[in-house]
């Protein structure tokens, strides 16, 4: 049996109704594989459960059924080895940009000097270009600045599992833009494993490796896991001239307008153990 370096199995969530009311089931049925170094992004509807999933894998909350394995181990609980970028930039506001790196690095490496701490945070504030503004607070800083600190703190712990959740989600398209290119050039340096959500169809195909299409909610499903079948390295000005970019795209937003909110119907008698279809748009479809 082939071992991957996260697997999801069977996840669901489902809250209990007010008074008479049914309970509410979010998501069901949820079963993929992520392998060690690959970028996955998810995309789905507000309402679908993919915050929840993320902070599922985080530890920071309880699924109702199923189990998250990763290295072979059940994740319970929040724990270093999985980092996460949420939407706001969750800094602390006494500290200066690199006091917040440290204050990560030594809680990831205790017994560290201080010469080791700084030297390792000053090298992800220059991946992501914020070299000239290591003694600003957060309060000094623009948003877009401030989340690239969020993210060279993440990535600065090396974890073995990163999950951003909607990052730039709050930044305007120029910015949005380059830190995007900031992020390709860190991830490219630690090959990090990295699952995040994004409403944004060209963020998710210039960064990842595969998307996840989620139909919509309630009793949502991981119904698609879509190949991005455009080399690497990429960049926001070149992948939309690669003959593949157009026939993913359209793919995956036919099937966000048009196929997300029938798929859950058409599921009446799913496969629990189920995994998602994929799609390669080079080949036929095949179930994984």
Request: contains cysteine.
């Amino acid at each position: 049996m082939t071992s991957h370096f996260l697997e999801i199995q069977g996840l669901k969530k489902s809250y209990p109704g007010r008074g008479k009311d049914p309970e509410v089931t979010i998501f069901e049925h949820a079963n993929f594989n992520i392998e060690k170094g690959e970028f996955v992004c998810v995309i789905g509807h507000s309402g679908c459960g993919k915050s929840t999933i993320l902070n599922i894998l985080a530890g920071l909350d309880e699924a109702t059924e199923g189990v998250v394995i990763m290295n072979g181990r059940e994740v319970s609980g929040p724990s270093l080895d999985r980092g996460v970028v949420f939407q706001n930039y969750s800094l602390l506001p006494w500290r200066t940009t690199l006091q917040n790196i440290t204050f990560a690095v030594q809680a990831r490496w205790p017994a560290w000097n201080k010469e080791q701490v700084i030297a390792h945070s000053q090298k992800y504030l220059e991946l992501v270009g914020l070299k000239n503004a290591m003694n600003r607070k957060p309060s000094e800083l623009s948003g877009g600045m401030r989340q690239r600190v969020s993210i060279a703190r993440a990535f600065a712990t090396q974890p073995q599992l990163l999950l951003m959740d909607e990052p730039f989600g709050a930044l305007d398209a120029l910015t949005r833009g380059v830190i995007q290119e900031e992020l390709i050039k860190i991830w490219s340096e630690s090959k990090q494993t990295v699952f995040m959500i994004t409403h944004d169809v060209d963020e998710a195909i210039l960064l990842s490796d595969r998307i996840l299409l989620m139909s919509n909610g309630p009793k949502a499903q991981i119904a698609e896991s879509v190949e991005v079948t455009i080399p690497r390295p990429r960049k926001r000005t070149d992948i939309i001239h690669h003959p593949d970019y157009y026939n993913i795209r359209n793919h995956l937003v036919d099937f966000l307008v048009n196929r997300s909110k029938d798929y859950a119907k058409e599921q009446t008698e799913v496969d629990p153990n189920r995994q998602p279809v994929t799609v390669n748009l080079l080949k036929k479809r095949e179930i994984a």
